[in-house]
């Protein structure tokens, strides 16, 4: 990321530039921290004046952002969203794509950038910089983009504008298309460590930390997310599941399968990933030293589970999660692939 702020340095910034990460990178942030710098009076982020000020507050008026929503709004634009959008960045700064999800819409939606949002865009670009100065265009998870407005997408960015920046900022960069990609300078975002949580969590205690560091990382954003609504973390849900398995008797597994399967598929494959990251870490950095059951998210017992998983199961966990997931991308029949999974862990836990 270096990088990305000498070219600038350097006045070799490309006019499209494609940030991108996977989950829990920052992709989000950096693009912040570059429309500071491109923004500022001075030209370095200071930080004092009034176009950082603006920018810190997400609402400089050379700022755009365009980002996925739920149709039904008003306009059929970003604008719809954009309050909502700035207080979840502004409360999240490294919002992720199932927090904001989850933050405007809580059904089983499909996020879009329809074609009317770029042409808002296009009529916005048209007119001249409000500032006098740069303008910067940020177009988040534009792996969201409706392929009717991939074109005019591609448009907006081959033929560039005096003193406008576009920067897209991509979770999915594989889901793109390759004549956007191909177009745009690209940045690859470094994952979040177990620092970035301490940093972020500071002042929370010890345990805090380690719970949501071991259930979360590297998505700082859905941490964040989770530890503001313990509600969302699903940790409940996870730890209700597992005992299920556990146990492994039929019948209270069959209406745990029905349970899950009837919440959106996101949220099911949300909690397969953590199941899948807290029982791994949770073998692996053997949680049954630290102590438990007092965490902010909820009654889970981590020694207990941490306990079931034997080294023996341990391989077994991590293949049948994964391929649950798998599955689920595939639009496998959800309760199908998640009976068969609860099965799988039931044997796991008791080492055969
Ligand atoms: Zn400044």
């Given at each position: 990321?270096?990088?990305?702020?000498?070219?600038?340095?350097?006045?070799?910034?490309?006019?499209?530039?494609?940030?991108?990460?996977?989950?829990?990178?920052?992709?989000?942030?950096?693009?912040?921290?570059?429309?500071?710098?491109?923004?500022?009076?001075?030209?370095?982020?200071?930080?004092?004046?009034?176009?950082?000020?603006?920018?810190?507050?997400?609402?400089?008026?050379?700022?755009?952002?365009?980002?996925?929503?739920?149709?039904?709004?008003?306009?059929?634009?970003?604008?719809?969203?954009?309050?909502?959008?700035?207080?979840?960045?502004?409360k999240n700064p490294f919002l992720d794509p199932d927090s904001w999800q989850r933050q405007i819409t809580s059904k089983n939606q499909q996020l879009q950038i329809p074609v009317k949002e770029i042409q808002n865009l296009q009529q916005k670009l048209s007119l001249t910089a409000a500032e006098g100065g740069n303008r910067v265009l940020i177009i988040w998870m534009p792996e969201q983009i409706k392929a009717a407005a991939s074109n005019k997408l591609l448009k907006l960015i081959e033929e560039p504008l005096p003193n406008t920046f576009i920067?897209?900022?991509?979770?999915?960069?594989?889901?793109?298309?390759?004549?956007?990609?191909?177009?745009?300078?690209?940045?690859?975002?470094?994952?979040?460590?177990?620092?970035?949580?301490?940093?972020?969590?500071?002042?929370?205690?010890?345990?805090?930390?380690?719970?949501?560091?071991?259930?979360?990382?590297?998505?700082?954003?859905?941490?964040?997310?989770?530890?503001?609504?313990?509600?969302?973390?699903?940790?409940?849900?996870?730890?209700?599941?597992?005992?299920?398995?556990?146990?492994?008797?039929?019948?209270?597994?069959?209406?745990?399968?029905?349970?899950?399967?009837?919440?959106?598929?996101?949220?099911?494959?949300?909690?397969?990933?953590?199941?899948?990251?807290?029982?791994?870490?949770?073998?692996?950095?053997?949680?049954?030293?630290?102590?438990?059951?007092?965490?902010?998210?909820?009654?889970?017992?981590?020694?207990?589970?941490?306990?079931?998983?034997?080294?023996?199961?341990?391989?077994?966990?991590?293949?049948?999660?994964?391929?649950?997931?798998?599955?689920?991308?595939?639009?496998?029949?959800?309760?199908?692939?998640?009976?068969?999974?609860?099965?799988?862990?039931?044997?796991?836990?008791?080492?055969?």
């Open positions: 990321m270096d990088q990305l702020f000498a070219a600038h340095g350097g006045k070799k910034l490309h006019h499209a530039n494609l940030i991108y990460g996977g989950a829990g990178e920052d992709p989000l942030g950096i693009a912040l921290r570059l429309s500071a710098i491109l923004l500022c009076k001075t030209n370095t982020a200071c930080g004092t004046c009034r176009s950082c000020k603006r920018v810190e507050k997400l609402e400089h008026p050379d700022l755009n952002f365009t980002f996925p929503f739920v149709s039904g709004g008003n306009t059929g634009t970003a604008d719809d969203f954009l309050k909502e959008f700035r207080s979840a960045l502004l920067i897209l900022v991509s979770h999915r960069k594989n889901k793109l298309l390759p004549t956007i990609v191909s177009r745009c300078a690209p940045w690859s975002c470094k994952p979040l460590n177990e620092s970035s949580f301490n940093q972020h969590f500071a002042n929370s205690p010890g345990q805090t930390k380690r719970l949501l560091s071991m259930v979360f990382a590297p998505n700082l954003g859905a941490a964040i997310t989770a530890y503001d609504d313990p509600e969302s973390t699903q940790i409940d849900r996870f730890a209700e599941w597992m005992r299920t398995c556990y146990k492994g008797v039929p019948v209270e597994i069959t209406s745990a399968v029905n349970e899950l399967a009837s919440l959106p598929k996101e949220s099911v494959k949300t909690l397969i990933l953590r199941s899948l990251h807290f029982l791994e870490r949770g073998f692996y950095h053997n949680v049954q030293n630290t102590s438990t059951n007092a965490t902010d998210l909820g009654e889970i017992n981590v020694q207990k589970l941490s306990s079931a998983v034997v080294p023996k199961g341990a391989a077994d966990i991590t293949q049948s999660l994964s391929s649950c997931l798998l599955d689920l991308e595939r639009n496998i029949h959800v309760k199908t692939t998640l009976t068969h999974t609860s099965y799988a862990l039931h044997s796991a836990f008791r080492g055969n």
